[in-house]
Each structure stands twice: as structure tokens, then as C-alpha cells.
């Protein structure tokens, strides 16, 4: 017992360890920030233009030159990037404002007000930073830091993750277990018992639980809702047979098929995959309540209308949310007061096109869309994707679906139905979710906790079959090592170097010299623009006519982003590259100013051998472990020069002394 809690205790520091961007580098998908909505509420890039747009006055001189600069960078404006993701832009609106808020907003929100309080009572003087108004909240979570925004969602996840995905795997294991073989093991291990469970170490010990569950991915989120609706069917499962003369009498009065209404619906809102998932465990629960009420189809009929009826409100309560930010918060919103002069109409006219899991289901339906985001072959998920997310225990379950009928027989109907629950679930999931030619391993998230149920144990050898010690020890050490070795690669390794990067702007070359008014990220993921807040927060004093400290009035988060402009060209080609050097950095005439050049150092090997007669490039920082799969570092027969390319340079660029 002693071993099982040290082991689960460590992994369980391993797991908050992750959480601090100094630790864990590496930056999985822009999803992560595009979608958890820290740049969405907190992004500068768009906010800095509003800044300069909307807090200043016009005057002759201004308008000449925002004119002069409009002509001058027309052409690389379309390369800027925009802290609005697509996907909440209204003319779009495929995501909910829910979750993320819900991730991101509400824990900041909570260390805003927590810091602030710590803050005033600490102050001898009486002096605090900023005066009480009514705008004091809004203010208050302006201050945030990037580094701040990039840490607390991700420790609010982390104890999200423990909760409902080891606590949900916990409850499942421990209480309804009642196979007759799992009673023999029991009895075997009752010195263990009060230790944590071989199934909840082995998720704990997983690559995707330390790395992908303690960030603000939506698919994080939508495996959380997954975990708790399995375990609230099997529990009801559970009391069907147990309590079953009580049961009947009170099943079309229970409150759970309002509970399951409620999940199945935020579920749903997290993510429209979510009804893939859901879908078996909700025919089951059905199911069940059949058989328990003696084949009575009535008493389906009130529990499919409970449910129903929880869902329709739930999601009733989901649409006016979104309907409310995207009509009335959202940028470029369209708002015709001629045919409607109060809320209640324009939310009866325009509600129905902020469903957005029947917006994401049609966008996502279409391949011309997915081609955007690349395709990928059918068969991707289930030869390519499980075995990355889940190794060892995907192919165990793949050789345990020949063996289902056989394992039923001898075990319990409990056994066995939890067995059939766990697997249609992992199963409808793969298969729709196959049907789609766009395949990320991330949107298999949700099948980890059924998986680890079933075949946790058997993953590293301690089945309830008869033990053997060299076997137990063989699967414990190729588990080990394959989680070990993704959770490096994706947790550290993957684009390791970006948010580094991010995080040390603005960057002067000299002390004499200020920063470079734009900044190019280049063969590089989507860099994230809130990272580079409030470089000089501490600085600034809590004076009302400063402009960094005014407070967005459309979506009270002050504009605390003075910073340079972040162009992202992702991967495009040499010659898109040089199109943005010759627009923000001409040659043609003298030219004092520079720009900054970040990407990778197997990239800059290349653009090496490029002409580049008027610019010269100076590196200035380098951040480390860096590894983009689109460009590998180049082996050109030495292992130490192969490890000098695992880097994201940053290039000061200039002109050169010739032009």
C-alpha cells in the first residue's frame, strides 16, 4: 500500500511539475491557446491596434502616417496575427464561449481577486496599486503577466484532471468491481486495498494524462464529461441490481436521467464529437432501465423524456450564452435594430445560427473545410493515432475485442455490462470519429479512461490470471518506457522553444537600442500573442490617463500590450518571407530600423544558402530543446552538431552597410 501511494503521489507532483511552462516546453497545437481562450480573452495583437486605433486622438500628422503605413504594409498585414481565432468569429461561431471561459476566464478571474486581496493586506503604507472603482476587477485581471495567463489555466486543469479522471477511474475500480474474479482478487489484496488502484497508476503514469490533461484543451475537457457520464451509468447500473425491489419503484422518479441530460449537453457544448462517445452510454442506460422496470416501456418513456427535457434546457441555457457574446461581444457583430428594438426579439430572430455543435458538425461534415487543416487517410486514428496516444493498451484492446464474448460468459452481468460500456464506447468513438479524413490523435482523448478500465492492469502484467514475476516486469518496463519517451518528445521536445521565445519579447539587440517594432515567426507553430504581456507591469504606476491601463469597455480586460507586431508565416515558402522582409524592412534607402527573425535552427541552415545581399542576420538568443517535425535537424555525420540544431534562433535583421 505504502508503494502504490508513493508511486501515485509522484506522479501526481509529475502531473503539477508539467503544468509550469519552465518545466514542460513543449507546445502541442495551437489549439491549446486558440481554443482555451487565453488568447481569445487575452491576446494583444488585436488589442494593440484597437489601442492605437481607439485611445488616441486623431490628428493630421496621425492619420498621414497610419495612412503611410497602411500603403506600406498592406501586403503582410494578412500574415498578422489576430487573437481572434476563426472559430469564435460570429460569421463562424463552430465554439462555444463556455468552455473556454469556463478554463481560462474563470480561474483567472479567481487568482485576480485572490492576488489582489493578498496584495492590499500586505501593504504597509496603505498604498496599493491601483484605486478601487467600479472597474477595479476588470483592471486587476488586465495586470496579468503572460507567464501568469499561461499557468494558472493549466493548474486549474490539473486539479480538474485528478478529479474527474483518477477520481472517476478511482470510484469505478473500487466500487464496482463485483465480478466474481475481481472478489477473489480483492480478498487477496485487502492490505492494499485503501491504496490507490493498479488502473488509476497506470493513467496517472500515462503520456496524454501528463502532458495533454493540464492544458486547456477542449478535448481534455470533453474526456472529463466522458469519464463522469461513464461512471454515473455504471452506478446506476450497479443499484438496478443491488436494490432492485427499491429500484423499480422509484427509477421514473430518479434524478438521474437529469443528471445525464445535463452532462450529455455540456459535453456536447465542449465538443460536438462528444455525442460519439456518448451515444452507446446513453442507449445503455436506456437499456438497462428497461430490463430493471421488467421489459416497461413507459418507464423508458419517462426516463428518455427526463433526459430530454434536461438536455433541452441545459443546451437552451448554452445558446443564450453564445448568443449573447456573439451578438452583442463579439467584433464585426451585425445587429439591425430597424427589425428588432429589444433582446428578446433579436434573440428569438438570430439564435438559431449560434447552435455551434450543429455549426462545428456541418463545418466539420464538409471536406473543403477539412482540407484546410489537412487530410489525413481513414485509417490514421486506429493505425496511426491510438497506438501513439495509448501504445501498449490499444493494442491490447484491439486483440481484447476478439475475446469479448468469451470473457462475458463466465463473469457477472455487472461485469459484463460495464465490459460492453466501456468497449462501445472506445469503439463508436474510433469509428465515427474515422469517418472524418481529418484525424488528430488529440480527439482520441476520451477513450483513455475506458481503455486504462478494461486493460490497466493487464497492460503491465497483474491480470487475474495466475502472476508471473518476469512477465509483470517485462510489461511494466515497455509501458514505462514507451510513456516516458512521448511524454519527453510532446511535453518537452515538440516546438520546446516557442513559448520561450515568446516570453523573453520585446528583445533589444543594445541597450541603446529599443525593441524592433515587428517580430517574424517563420516554419513555426502559431505563436500566441498574450504570452507577451505585461513586460513592465511592474513599472507602472496606477495613473488614470495612462493608455496601457485603460479597460476595454466591450470586453473588461484592460489593454496592458506594448509590444511589437507578431507575424506568423508559418510554414509558407522563401519567397512569402522575403515579401514580408522587403515590406517591413526596405533596403532600398538607408534604413535604421530592424526586425526580429525567429525560427528554427535547421531552417536558418537552409535560408543560409539563399541570396542576401541586403540583409544581415545576427543571432541573439537561442531557446532550447526545440524540435519541429516538419523540419528535423539535418545530421551531417556528428551527434553534437545534430544537437546545436534542437533550437529556435532568434535573428536580429538589418540592413546591410552596402545599401
Known amino acids: ?25 513543449g507546445y502541442i497545437h495551437p489549439d491549446e491557446f486558440f481554443q482555451g481562450g487565453q488568447e481569445l480573452f487575452f491576446g494583444c495583437q488585436q488589442r494593440q491596434q484597437q489601442l492605437h486605433l481607439n ?48 478554463m481560462t476566464l474563470l480561474p483567472l478571474r479567481v487568482y485576480s481577486v485572490l492576488r489582489s486581496i493578498i496584495m492590499t493586506s500586505s501593504s504597509n503604507d496603505g498604498s496599493i496599486d491601483c484605486p478601487s472603482s467600479v472597474d477595479n476587477d476588470a483592471i486587476v485581471v488586465g495586470q496579468l503577466s503572460g507567464s501568469e495567463i499561461l499557468i494558472i489555466p493549466r493548474l486549474f486543469m490539473t486539479i480538474l484532471s485528478m478529479i474527474f479522471l483518477d477520481g472517476c477511474l478511482w470510484i469505478l475500480v473500487k466500487k464496482y468491481t463485483t465480478s466474481a474474479k475481481d472478489k477473489t482478487t480483492t480478498k487477496k489484496q485487502s492490505s492494499s486495498n485503501s491504496g490507490p488502484p ?140 430597424t427589425i ?116 490497466g492492469r493487464r497492460v503491465v502484467g497483474m491480470d487475474n490470471k495466475q502472476p508471473n514475476p518476469k512477465k509483470r516486469a517485462i510489461l511494466t518496463a515497455l509501458w514505462v518506457v514507451f510513456n516516458s519517451i512521448l511524454y519527453l518528445f510532446f511535453g518537452w521536445l515538440h516546438q520546446g522553444g516557442l513559448i520561450a521565445s515568446l516570453l523573453h519579447l520585446p528583445l533589444p539587440v543594445t541597450p541603446q537600442e529599443g525593441s524592433p517594432e515587428t517580430v517574424i515567426y517563420y516554419k513555426t507553430y502559431m505563436p500566441p500573442t498574450f504570452l507577451i504581456r505585461g513586460r513592465l507591469l511592474e513599472n507602472m504606476t496606477c495613473n488614470a490617463n495612462d493608455e496601457r491601463r485603460r479597460v476595454s469597455g466591450e470586453r473588461s480586460i484592460s489593454l496592458a500590450c506594448d509590444n511589437p507586431i507578431i507575424v506568423d508565416l508559418q510554414g509558407r515558402e522563401f519567397d512569402d518571407l522575403m515579401e514580408v522582409l522587403h515590406e517591413r524592412l526596405p533596403c532600398h534607402h538607408r534604413n535604421e530600423q530592424s526586425v526580429l527573425l525567429i525560427t528554427p535552427a535547421p531552417v536558418m541552415i537552409s535560408l543560409s544558402e539563399k541570396n542576401w545581399r541586403e540583409y544581415e542576420f545576427l543571432s541573439v538568443h537561442g531557446h532550447r530543446p526545440h524540435v519541429s517535425t516538419e523540419d528535423w535537424p539535418v545530421f551531417n555525420g556528428t551527434f553534437r552538431s545534430f544537437i546545436d540544431q534542437l533550437e529556435l534562433v532568434t535573428y536580429h535583421v538589418s540592413c546591410t552597410a552596402q545599401v
Open 1 to 25: 500500500m505504502a508503494a502504490r501511494w508513493l508511486i501515485y503521489t509522484l506522479l501526481i507532483l509529475l502531473r503539477f511539475y508539467g503544468a509550469y511552462y519552465n518545466s514542460l516546453s
Open 55 to 102: 485611445l488616441k486622438e486623431p490628428t493630421l500628422d496621425t492619420v498621414e502616417l497610419s495612412r503611410e503605413k497602411e500603403h506600406k504594409h498592406y501586403e503582410s498585414n494578412k500574415y498578422v496575427v489576430d487573437n481572434i481565432p476563426w472559430e469564435f468569429e460570429p460569421k463562424n461561431a463552430i465554439r462555444s464561449i463556455v468552455p473556454p471561459a469556463f
Open 198 to 337: 493498479t488502473q488509476v497508476i497506470v493513467l496517472a503514469s500515462s503520456w496524454p494524462i501528463l502532458v495533454m490533461a493540464t492544458r486547456p484543451f477542449t478535448n481534455t475537457l470533453e474526456s472529463m464529461v466522458v469519464s463522469l457520464l461513464l461512471l454515473i451509468v455504471a452506478m446506476d447500473h450497479h443499484h438496478s441490481i443491488s436494490n432492485k425491489s427499491s429500484y423499480n419503484k422509484i427509477s421514473h422518479q430518479s434524478t438521474i436521467p437529469l443528471w445525464i441530460g445535463m452532462i450529455c449537453s455540456i459535453g456536447l457544448f465542449a465538443r460536438f464529437t462528444f455525442a460519439f462517445f456518448a451515444l452507446p452510454i446513453v442507449l445503455l442506460f436506456l437499456y438497462n432501465r428497461w430490463r430493471a422496470s421488467d421489459n416497461c416501456w413507459r418507464n423508458v418513456g419517462w426516463n428518455l423524456l427526463s433526459l430530454a427535457l434536461s438536455f433541452l434546457t441545459t443546451s437552451l441555457l448554452f445558446v443564450t450564452i453564445d448568443w449573447y457574446y456573439y451578438h452583442y461581444h463579439s467584433p464585426g457583430r451585425d445587429v439591425d435594430a
Open 340 to 455: 428588432c428594438s429589444n433582446w428578446s426579439c433579436h434573440f428569438v430572430a438570430t439564435a438559431s445560427k449560434y447552435v455551434v455543435p450543429w455549426n462545428a458538425f456541418r463545418y466539420n461534415s464538409k471536406a473543403t473545410n477539412l482540407a484546410e487543416h489537412g487530410l489525413h487517410p481513414r485509417i490514421t486514428h486506429a493505425l496511426v493515432n491510438m497506438p501513439m496516444m495509448f501504445g501498449p493498451l490499444s493494442l491490447i484492446g484491439y486483440f481484447s475485442c476478439i475475446e469479448t464474448r468469451k470473457e462475458c460468459a463466465p463473469s457477472s452481468a455487472e461485469a459484463c455490462f460495464r465490459r460492453v460500456l466501456c468497449q462501445s464506447t472506445i469503439i463508436t468513438g474510433l469509428v465515427v470519429l474515422s469517418c472524418a479524413p481529418h484525424q488528430e490523435p488529440r480527439f482520441l482523448l476520451p477513450c483513455i479512461v475506458p481503455l486504462v478500465f478494461l486493460y
